[in-house]
């Protein structure tokens, strides 16, 4: 009889699971006591044997594909049954040493044992050598400090801490044969990773509509949301943490290599609460120059319009101003002040305008700005990407604001 054999081993499952809990390859490395090549290495086998791959890289580090969570998540059984284990039959009140020390041959040798009731017998049916069986044996002694048999005449008695093992050895067997059957059963599903950059103020209510479709239509698709600032985006979209970037489209983009694609406009207003004075009658732009102010920071699109926009009437930009990055955040220190705020909208969005806010009625020259996706290089996008892009345009349809 030949040895039982798995898809992973139980380094490859300590790599796994370091990986999705410390995201960075050097804290994941250090954490299993492994320099970065030889935990890459094992990392990169693992993934071999399995034919998938199971992180990539993101916004914060290494980032689950979808194939990666279903594997993370066996992994992290194995671990939570072995610790389990170790904490209730083995009565280990310490530091746990089973989850970071034992290897799978360790345990396959003791259920064997236990199974066929002498060395030698568990080692025919694994089909090793008995001095292989026991140095397992006393591997797995050092491990749990306990004796796992007791010498009898007709061979070794199975302790209670050897019965333990066994039976925690037939679990994880368990699981990680069904490890491939996992991944296999994703058949035709959609899987991939669309991992949105949102620029302030623009677009990023259509980002969060497509994204509740596409985890409804596709649950395996691993989706990412980072807000950020045009220069910390284009960085990350260029080493390929993102895949795309929402909001204002710079039109044509300073980054050599980005694509910009238009979807709809958006138009710059100012909004202040439905009860500011400035609503009681006609205002200029002059006038509008002495209230506070809530803008975007400086080096966006928005703030340069609000900025041109008052020297264009000859006024000074406001000197004293909050900066707020969220949208969200602006529209509630609107209400929660006497300030006015320059905020895009689209129709949809000036429709679901909250009640305690009101447009300024005052005229904006040149307010309407193109809201697209940026890309970096113009090869064909991932089927992940393009399904959300399919399903953004589809939710941009249905907002009118095509």
């Known amino acids: 009889m030949q040895p039982q054999t798995s898809p992973l081993s139980a380094r490859h499952i300590r790599v796994i699971r370091a990986l999705s809990e410390h995201r960075r390859l050097s804290d994941a490395a250090d954490s299993v006591a492994l320099s970065q090549p030889a935990f890459s290495r094992s990392l990169h086998d693992a993934e071999e044997r399995l034919g ?36 209730g039959a083995l009565g280990n009140t310490g530091v746990l040493r089973l989850p970071n020390l034992v290897r799978w041959r360790h345990l396959r040798a003791v259920a064997a044992v236990v199974r066929h009731g002498t060395a030698s017998a568990g080692a025919q049916a694994l089909g090793i050598s008995q001095p292989a069986v026991s140095q397992s044996l006393t591997a797995c002694q050092d491990y ?61 209510s259509m980002v969060l509509d497509a994204f509740g479709e596409i985890t409804r239509r596709h649950p ?20 390929g943490e993102i895949d795309l970037i929402m909001g204002v489209l710079r039109a044509p983009s300073p980054v050599p290599g980005f694509v910009e694609e238009h979807l709809y406009f958006e138009n710059y207003l100012m909004i202040a609460r439905h009860d500011h004075p400035v609503h009681r009658a006609a205002v200029s732009i002059e006038e509008l120059a002495g209230e506070q102010w809530i803008v975007a920071p400086h080096g966006t699109p928005i703030r340069a319009f609000f900025d041109r926009t008052f020297r264009d009437a000859g006024a000074s930009p406001p000197a004293q101003s909050a900066e707020m990055f969220s949208f969200s955040n602006a529209e509630q220190m609107i209400v929660a002040s006497g300030s006015i705020a320059l905020l895009c909208y689209g129709r949809s969005g000036l429709k679901r305008l909250r009640p305690e806010l009101k ?37 941009i349809d249905e907002a009118g604001e095509a």
């Open 144 to 204: 749990v400090r306990e004796p796992l048999f007791a010498r009898r005449q007709t061979g070794l008695e199975a302790l209670e801490p050897a019965r333990a093992l066994a039976a925690l050895w037939d679990r994880i067997a368990g699981v990680l044969s069904d490890i491939p059957t996992r991944l296999e059963a994703t058949g035709d599903e959609l899987v991939g990773r669309v991992s949105v950059g949102m620029l302030p103020f623009s677009g990023q």
């Open 220 to 239: 395996l698709v691993h989706l990412v949301a980072v807000p950020g600032g045009y220069d910390t985006l284009s960085d990350a979209l260029k080493r």
């Open 52 to 87: 998938v791959s199971l992180f990539q890289r993101g916004w914060a580090g290494s980032e689950p594909t979808a194939m990666g969570d279903i594997v993370i998540a066996q992994c992290r059984r194995i671990f939570a049954d072995m610790e389990a284990v170790e904490r």
């Open 359 to 395: 447009p300024v009625d005052v005229d904006l020259p040149g307010s309407r700005v193109s809201i697209g996706v940026t890309r970096f290089g113009d090869g064909p996008p991932s089927d992940a990407i393009a399904e959300f892009l399919r399903i953004l345009r589809e939710k």
